[in-house]
């Protein structure tokens, strides 16, 4: 079947199985990598993207749901003028180590920082559980709260 949406801001179509998850679409069919595979049943959160601005974990999302929606990739979190305040934060404090599970971990922090602006630590446990086999939990949790004040910065 075919399935129309938009990705990062510009239209496309796919001819997928509509049960194709998400995420195979996006890295085979539209070749985009940035978005990663880890467990493939929704729990590490390596494969999270924005799915009408809320965070999806795209392994276990079928293609055919995304019809109409407006999908975001970790590509298309920036945009050419400006740099988001997470992808911002996330250079500041030097975050990653191998750096595989970072997009998903972004596309949450993103989605969280929508909804709930100045996240407290706890609010960052409730609302970031991904899983990072490099344990960078501690330098992540400096960026999102650097992301915020970035994030609030610019919203004054
Ligand atoms: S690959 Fe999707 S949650 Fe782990
Ligand atoms: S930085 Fe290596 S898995 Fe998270």
Known sequence: MTTTFTLNGKQVSVDADGNSPL?????????????????GKAACGACTIHVDGKAVRSCS???????????TTIE????????HPVQQAWMEEIVPQCGYCQPGFMMAT???????PNPTDEDIDNNI?????????YRMRKAIHRAAELQNATTK
């Open 23 to 39: 995420l195979w679409v996006i890295r085979d069919t539209l070749d985009l990598k940035g978005t990663k595979f880890g467990c």
């Open 61 to 71: 999302y079928a293609v055919k749901f995304a019809a109409g929606k407006e999908v």
């Open 76 to 83: 298309g979190l920036s945009t050419e003028e400006n740099m």
């Open 110 to 116: 993103a989605a969280m920082l929508k909804e709930i």
């Open 129 to 137: 559980v991904n899983v990072c086999r490099c344990a960078t939990y």
